[in-house]
């Protein structure tokens, strides 16, 4: 449930409220807007029978909370989320593009892809060091030694790096290194993992998983955020359904309601959704139009070479050509896009 504070309740008031929660075991989730403040309660909301809170001082109403997702939910913060990821945000009023290979291949293959990102208006370098494929005879990545490699190319072009970790072990690697972690959609509903990254104190971007619903998926951002960390990006990668003509349908309805549903940002990779180079422009301009806080962008220097999926993968000189076409669909959405 939530306590909505009247507008004019004092610090005290709210402090008083928040103690006599806290005396009953339970949680508190303060959301400070700029007229209302918004008390969450986190635990069994029955503790708090015969404890009058509705007449306390300040207090203007109560609202039960129906979904499982707590936290993550925008009854407990109403405001849009802004998350800092080293020296820029995800957020409302930008439009982020994370861009590089699908899978880092060698030290001068990423460095050249971050600096040709970083030209074309990228303030992310995305590159996947730990590869989880569907064959096992697939590139499974270069590991610590790519690890090293996106933070050389991060100190170099002062990008912000972001790297999908698959195991607690990938875990222990990753956040020597990079600046933002990747959950992907195959370990969306790894709760072990969900709860390792929600400790390690660096922002963390959730994909939603190949079948799972929206609450499945805020539910796996719940994990997260319980642990203490409330900087999470939420994905849109395309789900599995009985269409054949693209790797994955990419479902756009879901940036509006995650943004009805939740105070998280969310973006969309129409890379992974679709699998072909060429719906990749298309998909992001309605992806932006939908309302979508940021992409993320495959992009190789040789994709008729990669050793991961280079049929989806944009060229540098497509890759410049869509951030420049994408320049005025940001503008219609009040967001900024530095070019």
Not at 80 to 90: A, F, L
Not at 96 to 124: F, N, Y
Not at 283 to 288: E, F, G, I, Q, T
Request: glycine content about 8%; some cysteine; hydrophobic content about 40%.
């Amino acid at each position: 449930m939530i306590i909505i504070m009247k507008p004019n309740a004092s610090d005290e008031a709210i402090q008083r409220v928040a103690k006599l929660i806290q005396s009953k075991g339970l949680q508190v989730h303060l959301s400070k807007g700029d007229e209302v403040t918004i008390v969450g309660v986190v635990g069994d909301k029955s503790k708090l029978r015969g404890s009058n809170i509705e007449i306390s001082d300040g207090v203007d109403k109560i609202v039960q909370v129906t979904e499982s997702y707590k936290l993550v939910n925008k009854k407990f913060h109403p405001e849009d989320s802004v998350i800092p990821v080293k020296n820029t945000v995800i957020g409302p009023d930008t439009l982020t593009v994370m861009a590089g290979p699908c899978a880092i291949e060698s030290h001068d293959q990423l460095l050249s892809c971050a600096e040709a990102v970083k030209k074309a208006g990228a303030t992310i370098l995305r590159g996947g060091a730990f590869k989880p494929r569907t064959s096992p005879y697939s590139f499974q990545g270069l590991e610590e030694e790519g690890l090293q490699y996106m933070e050389e190319a991060g100190r170099i072009t002062g990008l912000a790096t972001i790297c999908e970790v698959t195991s607690l072990r990938a875990l222990s690697m990753a956040v020597k290194y990079v600046d933002m972690l990747q959950i992907g959609a195959r370990n969306m509903q790894n709760f072990e993992l969900l709860k390792e990254v929600g400790r390690s104190g660096l922002p963390v971007m959730l994909k939603r998983g190949l079948a799972a619903t929206v609450d499945e998926w805020l539910n796996a951002a719940e994990y997260i955020i319980s642990e203490g960390n409330p900087n999470i990006v939420l994905c849109e990668r395309g789900i599995r359904t009985y269409e054949t003509a693209t790797r994955n349908t990419l479902d756009l309805s879901a940036v509006p309601v995650i943004r009805a549903k939740s105070h998280l940002p969310i973006i969309v990779d129409p890379s992974h959704a679709t699998g072909v180079r060429a719906y990749v422009e298309p998909l992001s301009k309605a992806a932006v139009a939908a309302g979508a806080d940021g992409l993320m962008i495959e992009v190789h220097p040789c994709p008729s070479c990669a050793l991961s999926d280079g049929p989806q993968s944009l060229t540098f000189e497509q890759f410049h050509q869509l951030m420049t076409d994408l320049k005025p669909y940001a503008a219609l959405e009040g967001r900024r896009i530095d070019l």
